[in-house]
Every structure is written in structure tokens, then in C-alpha cells.
């Protein structure tokens, strides 16, 4: 069964740093797209950034020099690294699947909240 | 970036009503169009990928269309487990960019 699981969110000061995982089962996490997308407390979905298969990524501006995705090929695992946080960036974190074969964002992980306040 | 304008944001309904949702994008993105679905407090589930191609294990009742800059989600038949957000994503280029949802509501 493929399964996404986040980990890592939590509450966090403004310009202080925290680490998101994804940890992935069910399928190769290097062998597939790989993204993450958040949404703020009522708000909608953005999508922040995509690890590629090959090793490459790209970013949303709102999160680019900020943020930086990154896997972990012996534990299966996708991370954010993000430092600089800002009280705008209080959200759920997603971590979703796709984009290299058929359609983006599919399945998704259950979440994980980060909250940035002094 | 690409701008994709979602309407209408809410609306009511009834059970058994059909049910259509549009996504409007600033330009055109050929198929690469997704349609999502999110209840309170889950993660959202993808209902619909390239535009119409049915995710499985997806209701019937669930179709897309749409080509270029304008694109509908139809809910053939609104269902009780129906209620609930729905999303459009455009995958043309970076950075991807979702519509800004729409709310079905029980009338």
C-alpha cells in the first residue's frame, strides 16, 4: 500500500528553522516526483515546491532561498528544510506524489501543522 | 505565473442536484488540468487528472472537461458524501498553481 506520513511540525518562533519528513512506503521515493503544498488556517492550497526524480527541484517564489527539498534514499524519506520562518508560513504541510506520470498530487500525506509565532 | 480563477466559490445544493464547477486559467495549459477534493480537516484526494481521466476508485458521478483556458468539474448527481471543497490545479508550468476552491454546501 503506498502511504505518505509527515512528521516534524510544530510551533515555531518568527526566523527560527524547522525540518519537515515524508516518510514513504509502498513505493521508491527517488524514483518518482515528489512534491510539498501547504495550506494556511482557512485558506487554500499553495504549492510550494518538487523534488524531480533525477535530483533536481524547483520552487515557488514565496519559499525559494527559504526552503530547501531534499530526500534521503536509504530511509525512504522526504524533507523541507526550512529556515527564516516567517508568521505567514503557519500552515499544513502536505507532502503528494506525481507529476511524472500521471497528473500531480496523488496520494497525498495527512498533514502536518507548523505554527510560527513569538 | 499562470492564474487559475475558480467559480463559483460556494454554492448550495441538494442531493441528487447536478452540480458544475469552473476553472478559468490567464492562459492556455492544454490538458494539464487536476481537479481535487478536500473535507474538513483531511488532506485533499485527487478526483480527476488531465483534464478528465477518471482517478480510480472515483464515483462515475464525477466527470472533467474543458480544453485551453476554461474547464469544468460536473457532479452528475450530488451525493451526502459529496459535500465538501473542491480544486482545480494547473500542472502547464512552474510554479503550479490551484484555483481558489469551491464550497459545496447542503441547501
Known amino acids: 500500500e503506498v502511504q505518505l506520513v509527515e512528521s516534524g511540525g510544530g510551533l515555531v518562533q518568527p526566523g527560527g528553522s524547522l525540518r519537515l519528513s515524508c516518510a514513504v512506503s509502498?513505493?521508491?521515493?527517488?524514483?518518482?516526483?515528489m512534491s510539498w503544498v501547504r495550506q494556511a488556517p482557512g485558506k487554500g492550497l499553495e504549492w510550494l515546491s518538487v523534488?524531480?526524480?533525477?535530483?533536481?527541484?524547483t520552487y515557488a517564489d514565496s519559499v525559494r532561498g527559504r526552503f530547501t527539498i531534499s530526500r534521503d534514499n536509504s530511509k525512504n524519506t522526504l524533507y523541507l528544510q526550512m529556515n527564516g520562518l516567517r508568521v505567514e508560513d503557519t500552515a499544513v504541510y502536505y507532502c503528494?506524489?506525481?507529476?511524472?506520470?500521471?497528473?500531480?498530487?496523488?496520494?497525498w500525506g495527512q498533514g502536518t501543522l507548523v505554527t510560527v509565532s513569538s | 505565473d499562470i492564474q487559475m480563477t475558480q467559480s463559483p466559490s460556494s454554492l448550495s445544493a441538494s442531493v441528487g442536484d447536478r452540480v458544475t464547477i469552473t476553472c478559468r486559467a490567464s492562459?492556455?495549459?492544454?490538458?494539464?488540468l487536476g481537479w481535487y477534493q478536500q473535507k474538513p480537516g483531511k488532506a485533499p484526494k485527487r478526483l480527476i487528472y488531465?483534464?478528465?481521466s477518471l482517478q480510480s476508485g472515483v464515483p462515475s458521478r464525477f466527470s472533467g472537461s474543458g480544453s485551453g483556458t476554461e474547464f469544468t468539474l460536473t457532479i452528475s448527481s450530488l451525493q451526502p458524501e459529496d459535500f465538501a471543497t473542491y480544486y482545480c490545479?494547473?500542472?502547464?508550468?512552474?510554479?503550479?498553481?490551484f484555483g481558489g476552491g469551491t464550497k459545496v454546501e447542503i441547501k
Open positions: 490545479l494547473q500542472h502547464n508550468s512552474f510554479p503550479l498553481t
Open positions: 488531465d483534464v478528465s
Open positions: 492562459q492556455g495549459i492544454g490538458s494539464h
Open positions: 523534488m524531480f526524480s533525477g535530483g533536481g527541484a
Open positions: 503528494a506524489r506525481g507529476g511524472d506520470y500521471d497528473g500531480w498530487f496523488d496520494p
Open positions: 509502498g513505493f521508491i521515493v527517488s524514483s518518482r516526483y
